[in-house]
């Protein structure tokens, strides 16, 4: 067993896991925040991003002792209390979501995308950057639309730089 | 994945005392070794992380750019000082993956895995880079061996690699939409000395340089120079996604490319 020590959504926690466990079923299994989701399992789809230090990386295909003492931000910790982050609210507000399986990812992806390259994204980026999630519902065009507006309201909100 | 323990060495003689071990592997940024684990294709006994290592950097000085071997993709796109220096090797890295995995996978983990695919490896070969380890310095053409087949002895741990900077150079790749993997990648270098075309994603025993595209380039740098040039399909890969004679076109096409958009 090995001891792992994350910062998650400003908590800090600790567990003795198996050094197989991955940062994924750190999060789900040990900490019960089933938010990150599982889809391919093969570092494909993209459902599991979360951020490790402020970058979104595939928690599927990180082991959870090669991150301790990482900071780690996931979808539940996107939220002030009731109010949804920007791109959550334009999530729902362009319906930018069908099943919902792949969202959480897309959100992290989204966030992540805004902080790279600024708070105004055209499409064609927003495709681009897109490549590692993967929504099998097809329903690309309104997460573009919904990526799109929730870049231009996180300008507006001053939460880019977070 | 198989149980293993795990190891997080703070310094470099210690992750090479460890990773000397039989049934040892190294993990730099696990893009690759993670999922063949999972899958059980690999099952080492002890994993050796060398995340707590620092080897990363990029430093560009005396015409040669010096990229730490943990230095991740994300970094190599995105440094100022490699986008003036190889503006062609930034823009590969660029390519490799998805954002996320760009986060995490680093050089020297795609240069010693060696995967036919890679990106990497046809950068190092066509730029002619010295790749350095905790013991010696190896030139790229004596590194790729195979397919992900090294010179690289047990327990021999990357840990820079330098790049000569070219007059210019351009990366072009045509990729699996899927993996993202190169079904063939060329890169194009042209120094005073000559030109080095080397080819990814193409070749049965992994990534190689097309010596009749270099001549003809050393001597006349331009499209037209090597437009009658046909590459043979012997010794080229056939799968599912691309025949040999397929790829042969490919290496053509993008070759031409290459030459055409190389700054």
Redesign the interface.
């Known amino acids: 067993m ?1 001891s792992v020590t994350l910062t998650v959504n400003g908590k800090s926690v600790t567990r003795d896991v ?3 466990t991955l940062l994924v079923e750190f999060l789900r299994e040990q900490l019960r925040m089933t938010g990150t989701h599982v889809g391919c ?4 789809c ?1 459902c599991c ?1 979360v951020h ?1 230090n402020g ?4 928690s599927c ?3 959870a ?2 991150v ?1 003492g990482a900071t780690i931000t996931t979808i539940e910790g996107l939220a002030k209390g009731e109010d949804l982050h920007p791109m959550q609210a334009a999530f729902r507000e362009h319906h930018g979501l069908q099943c919902g399986f792949c969202t959480p990812g897309m959100i992290m ?1 989204a966030v ?2 805004v902080r ?1 390259k600024g708070t105004d994204l055209d499409d064609k980026t927003i495709r681009e ?1 897109l ?3 993967i929504c099998r519902c097809t329903g690309y065009h309104n997460i573009v639309k919904a990526i799109h507006y929730g870049a231009e309201a996180m300008g507006k909100a001053g939460t880019a730089a977070e | 994945m198989y149980p293993f323990n795990y190891h997080r060495p703070s310094s470099l003689a210690d992750a090479v005392k460890l990773a000397g071990g039989d049934e040892a592997k190294i993990m730099a940024g696990g893009m690759t070794l993670l999922p063949t684990m999972k899958q059980r294709l690999a099952a080492p006994s002890d994993l050796v992380d060398l995340n707590a290592l620092g080897l990363s950097g990029i430093a560009v000085a005396g015409g040669k750019v010096t990229i730490g071997a943990m230095t991740r993709h994300a970094d190599v796109a995105g440094s100022a000082e490699l986008k003036k220096a190889i503006p062609a090797l930034a823009e590969m890295a660029g390519m490799i993956g998805d954002p996320m995995v760009r986060h995490r996978g680093t050089i020297g983990g795609s240069v010693a895995n060696d995967d036919p695919a890679a990106d990497y490896p046809s950068a190092c070969l066509a730029l002619g880079a010295t790749i350095v380890t905790n013991t010696r310095e190896i030139a790229a053409d004596d590194f790729f061996v195979g397919l992900f087949e090294t010179a690289l002895q047990p327990g021999e741990i990357i840990t820079k690699i330098i790049f000569p900077v070219p007059d210019k150079a351009n990366y072009q790749k045509f990729r699996n939409p899927a993996s993202r993997y190169a079904i063939v990648g060329v890169f194009v270098a042209k120094f005073a000395a000559g030109v080095r075309v080397a080819v990814t994603g193409a070749g049965s025993g992994g990534v190689f340089r097309q010596f009749d595209f270099e001549e003809a380039l050393s001597k006349d740098f331009s499209v037209k120079a090597i437009e009658g040039i046909k590459q043979s399909a012997d010794g080229l890969n056939s799968d599912i996604h691309a025949d040999a004679d397929y790829r042969a076109h490919l290496i053509g096409v993008m070759a031409r490319r290459a030459v055409e958009a190389a700054k």
Do not use: F, H, I, W
Request: hydrophobic share 30%; net charge negative.
């Open positions: 090995a198996d050094p197989r399992d093969t570092t494909q993209g991003t490790v970058e979104a990386m595939k295909t990180l082991l002792v090669a301790n992806s992540d995308m790279r950057e490549e590692g999630n």
